[in-house]
């Protein structure tokens, strides 16, 4: 299992930056994938941004330029650095773990998300 907690939200002015952070309870280099969702309001969950454990990075198109993920292994802990923050940004940030068993089952674990308001 992992858990995750998830800090950093909070209200911001067009734009502007916000750093998320993502603490996990295990290593994080053992975890195969970890990433950022969003979820606003009658909205789908989106992917933002991901890591693998090898270091391997994604991000969407619609964030690309604006949003970078980053870790640090020491403190098993992820980043998502967000830029030229827009209203449209604003939703709740969901960290996501993706692990895999001995036998190739896939596991997700999601933290209790952090709001972000972009607003004047």
């Known amino acids: 299992q992992v858990q995750l907690v998830e800090s950093g939200g909070g209200l911001v002015q067009p734009g502007g930056s916000l750093r998320l952070s993502c603490a996990a309870s295990?290593?994080?280099?053992?975890?195969?994938?970890m990433g950022w969702y969003r979820q606003a309001p009658g909205a789908q969950r989106d992917m933002v941004a991901s890591?693998?454990?090898?270091?391997?990075?994604n991000v969407p198109d619609s964030v690309k330029g604006r949003f970078t993920i980053s870790r640090d292994s020491a403190k098993n802990t992820i980043y998502l650095q967000m830029n030229s923050l827009k209203p449209e940004d604003t939703a709740v940030y969901y960290c996501?773990?993706?692990?895999?068993?001995?036998?190739?089952?896939?596991?997700?674990?999601w933290g209790q998300g952090t709001q972000v308001t972009v607003s004047s």
């Open positions: 996501n773990a993706e692990t895999l068993s001995g036998l190739g089952q896939r596991y997700n674990y």
């Open positions: 890591i693998s454990a090898g270091g391997r990075t």
């Open positions: 295990r290593s994080i280099l053992s975890i195969y994938k």
